[in-house]
T-cell receptor, first 109, second 115 residues
């Protein structure tokens, strides 16, 4: 079993929809919880991250971590076609990232 | 110019050939990483280096070797390439001295095909 589980999708939503992307993990040592976004034929780029449990908001994006249930979420409000990409959760410990499989998201106009 | 560069960007080779993928960075970061990405499997860590004298195996190091020639350069070698090493390879860097030492910055990737 992978340390980080993420539903690969694909997920297809209309423009303006609220998107919820989720991961679960098993390692209690994870400290930071990263979300990377990867456009087709590009390298992953850091979208945002949280430290410990709680929420963090950045524009239309909200990252949420519940360490008690080992659950990581990313919410996208008012989704746009430009949000179409693969989203990868990646908790970290001791300088290493542990990636989920990534969820492929398509937002259609 | 890109902060993390990878060469070549695309490579087709034959089974049994030795191949080297190179990564260079101008970010001044001390930590460097090599990952491979396969459809449906996410990114898996091959090797990582926290400084020039430090090399560590990741989760899938078999069949690969690395060299950290300088702080800015980290090369990945396939001594005898096999078809199941066909994948997209990414180099990444991070800065242990920053307040965000776990943040990694990725290169554009090398698409490798082994026939």
């Amino acid at each position: 079993q992978k340390e980080v589980e993420q539903d690969p999708g694909p997920l297809s939503v209309p423009e303006g929809a609220i998107v919820s992307l989720n991961c679960t993990y098993s390692n209690s040592a994870f400290q930071y919880f990263m979300w990377y976004r990867q456009y087709s034929r590009k390298g992953p780029e850091l979208l945002m991250y949280t430290y410990s449990s709680g929420n963090k908001e950045d524009g239309r994006f909200t990252a949420q971590v519940d360490k008690s249930s080992k659950y990581i979420s990313l919410f996208i409000r008012d989704s746009q076609p430009s949000d179409s990409a693969t989203y990868l959760c990646a908790p970290t410990t001791l300088g290493r990232l542990y990636f989920g499989r990534g969820t492929q998201l398509t937002v259609w106009p | 110019d890109a902060d993390v560069t990878q060469t070549p960007r695309n490579r087709i080779t034959k089974t049994g050939k030795r191949i080297m993928l190179e990564c260079s960075q101008t970010k001044g970061h001390d930590r460097m990483y090599w990952y491979r990405q396969d459809p449906g499997l996410g990114l898996r860590l091959i090797y990582y280096s926290f400084d020039v004298k430090d090399i560590n195996k990741g989760e899938i190091s078999d069949g690969y070797s690395v060299s950290r020639q300088a702080q800015a350069k980290f090369s990945l070698s396939l001594e005898s390439a096999i078809p199941n090493q066909t994948a997209l390879y990414f180099c990444a860097t991070s800065d242990s001295t920053s307040g965000e030492s776990d943040t990694q910055y990725f290169g554009p990737g090398t698409r490798l095909t082994v026939l």
